[in-house]
């Protein structure tokens, strides 16, 4: 399966900052993704990231908070906007395994906003 | 330390024993499933998955077993090993494969 490679792995961000995480893979792949994990709780998608295209967001998640990047098949980033505490979370970058396989995961940004 | 987790269903199986998470999905039209495993600091790990057209599927120590009629599934680990402990998260399939996830389950294997 993919490599992929998430930075920062952590970061303590003041409120009202912007943070971008990135995210890397050793493979070319179609589909990326970014999820949002609340402190105990599940993982929630925030948006598909399209090469070359807008990213599709799921609701509840817009692009002037969450603006994404995708200028390659390898490549992603995501910027967490004006942050507040609310903000605090782990970020999840992960990637298709190939037609009906499962997604992988990245080991995630743990987001702390004081 | 690793907050995810904290307030989620737990488990606790003493070593060498099987245990077994369950999982109820929402979607009748989901076809593919999938078991991840989620160790404190790192994301989800693939485990094993399940198509619709299968009622169970097994793999090294795990067994998933998919019941179409009351949308349940669950993963069976044997023999349960310290490193087993880690929340476990069943995963259902949409369409355009986006992955709606459940809420986790947490295992704790006592020695």
């Known amino acids: 399966s993919a490599v992929i490679s998430q930075k920062p792995s952590r970061d303590i961000c003041q409120r009202g900052t912007s943070l971008t995480i990135q995210c890397q893979v050793d493979?070319?792949?179609?589909?990326m993704f970014w999820y949002r994990q609340q402190p105990g709780q599940s993982l929630t998608l925030i948006a598909t990231?399209?090469?070359?295209?807008?990213?599709?967001?799921e609701s509840g998640f817009v692009i002037d908070k969450f603006p994404i990047s995708r200028p390659n098949l390898t490549f992603s980033t995501l910027t967490v906007s004006n942050m507040s505490p609310e903000d605090s979370s782990i970020y999840l970058c992960?990637?298709?395994?190939?037609?009906?396989?499962?997604?992988?995961f990245g080991d995630g940004t743990r987001l702390s906003i004081l | 330390g690793e907050s995810v987790g904290l307030h989620l269903p737990t488990l606790s199986v003493q070593e060498g024993d099987n245990s077994i998470i369950n999982c109820a999905y929402s979607?009748?039209?989901?076809?593919?499933f999938i078991w991840y495993k989620q160790e404190s600091g790192k994301g989800p790990q693939f485990i094993i998955d399940?198509?619709?057209?299968?009622d169970k599927r097994q793999g090294q120590r795990v067994t998933v077993l998919l019941n179409k009629t009351v949308k349940h599934l669950s993963l069976q680990i044997a023999a349960t090993q310290p490193g087993d402990s880690a929340v476990y998260f069943c995963?259902?399939?949409?369409?355009?494969?986006?992955?709606?996830f459940g809420q986790g389950t947490r295992l704790t294997i006592n020695p």
């Open positions: 992960s990637v298709e395994g190939g037609e009906g396989q499962p997604q992988h």
């Open positions: 493979s070319q792949v179609t589909m």
């Open positions: 990231a399209n090469q070359g295209s807008e990213a599709t967001y």
């Open positions: 979607n009748s039209a989901s076809d593919y």
């Open positions: 399940i198509r619709s057209n299968m």
């Open positions: 995963a259902e399939n949409h369409a355009a494969q986006k992955l709606v």
